[in-house]
């Protein structure tokens, strides 16, 4: 099924960018944006102005993921691991449960797992409910919800319970299996919302869906150019990919397809607001006019290396360091 912007445009490609054309074109960049996409002489049409901020938009997203060695938005991952006895995967003897470091964070739920004998080819996989795991140091979610906050906290080590590994066979005996939920919750809607709803559809359902156990999910917001409202999702359709978000109250606003519903850190979307820029000025100093910022490192005669190193320095609380 396409996906289409608020200005009707289709979009292509896998996945919401951080930022939207609309959000990076209302921004205080000081950049022309309205010369974008054209490779002639004459004036791109608003079509190609789109197409080619998209494809900024996406470019400087992946840029954010590559300054803070990880996905910012919220995934669904299965990792594997081989222990005890490996850094990542440690037996405490004290407690007979394990301790499990996990490549990504910060980790905001486990969806299940399972484990093998290291030794056995092929592999006799025995299944490991999600109860079986507990984050060792949760997320404290904004506003009281499953996202994550946008101070950088929120740990990506899971402990599991005691009995299910034990040394008995020596070091590096199991391979364990892990299916676990990291990042911030970020979509966009792939259908016109009405007011007064109390559901939409989105793109990626990843994460806003409340755990087990719980009555509500994450809390974002809807970022929709003078009719922003704050959501809470209560109820998701499917643990990843499209599907529909169910609402904790009514919207108050309609809203059009192609809108970004998010609960990413305002700190990551002006970062990657900073990636985008340092693109748009590569076309040379006579294409664009990069306005001065008060209070900013950036101003006047900024490089593209400098727009760059700003971005990354307000990403480095988010960045993955294990």
């Known amino acids: 099924m396409p996906v289409y912007s608020?200005?009707?445009?289709?979009?292509?490609?896998?996945?919401?960018?951080?930022?939207?054309?609309?959000m990076l074109m209302a921004s205080a960049t000081g950049v022309s944006w309205s010369s974008i996409g054209s490779q002639a002489s004459?004036?791109?049409?608003?079509?190609?102005?789109?197409?080619?901020?998209?494809n900024i938009c996406r470019r400087a997203s992946a840029m954010a993921d590559s300054a803070t060695n990880?996905?910012?938005?919220?995934?669904?991952?299965?990792e594997q691991l081989t222990g005890p006895g490996d850094f990542r995967f440690q037996l405490q003897n004290s407690t007979g449960r394990a301790r499990l470091l996990m490549?990504?964070?910060?980790?905001?739920?486990?969806?299940?797992?399972?484990?093998?004998?290291a030794g056995a080819f092929p592999a006799t996989w025995t299944q490991l409910p999600a109860t079986a795991f507990r984050v060792e140091r949760p997320v404290i979610g904004s506003f009281g919800s499953t996202a994550p906050s946008g101070?950088?906290?929120g740990g990506q080590s899971l402990l599991l319970q005691p009995g299910q590994v034990t040394w008995l066979f020596g070091r590096n005996n199991v391979d364990l299996q892990v299916t676990y939920?990291?990042?911030?919750?970020?979509?966009?809607?792939?259908a016109p919302a009405t007011a007064g709803a109390t559901s939409v559809q989105v793109d990626d359902c990843t994460g806003w869906g409340p755990p087990p156990g719980a009555t509500t999910g994450a809390f974002g917001t809807i970022y929709d150019q003078g009719q922003e409202e704050a959501v809470l999702c209560v109820a998701s359709t499917a643990t990843q990919g499209p599907g529909t978000l169910t609402l904790n109250a009514p919207l108050q606003f309609a809203h059009n397809y192609g809108t970004m519903v998010?609960?990413?850190p305002g700190t990551i979307q002006q970062a990657t607001i900073l990636f985008a820029v340092s693109q748009a000025i590569v076309r040379g100093s006579t294409a664009t006019t990069v306005q001065a910022v008060p209070g900013s490192s950036v101003g006047p005669g900024a490089s593209m290396k400098d727009f760059e190193?700003?971005?990354?320095?307000?990403?480095?609380?988010?960045?993955?360091v294990v």
């Open 42 to 54: 004459t004036r791109p049409t608003s079509a190609q102005v789109f197409a080619e901020t998209m």
């Open 70 to 78: 990880t996905v910012l938005r919220a995934t669904v991952d299965t």
């Open 309 to 320: 190193k700003a971005a990354k320095e307000m990403l480095s609380p988010y960045k993955r």
């Open 262 to 264: 998010s609960t990413m």
């Open 103 to 117: 490549s990504r964070s910060p980790i905001t739920g486990v969806l299940g797992g399972q484990w093998t004998p």
């Open 6 to 22: 608020p200005q009707g445009y289709p979009i292509a490609g896998p996945g919401s960018p951080y930022v939207t054309p609309s």
């Open 151 to 153: 101070s950088g906290d």
């Open 181 to 190: 939920v990291n990042g911030w919750p970020h979509a966009t809607l792939t």
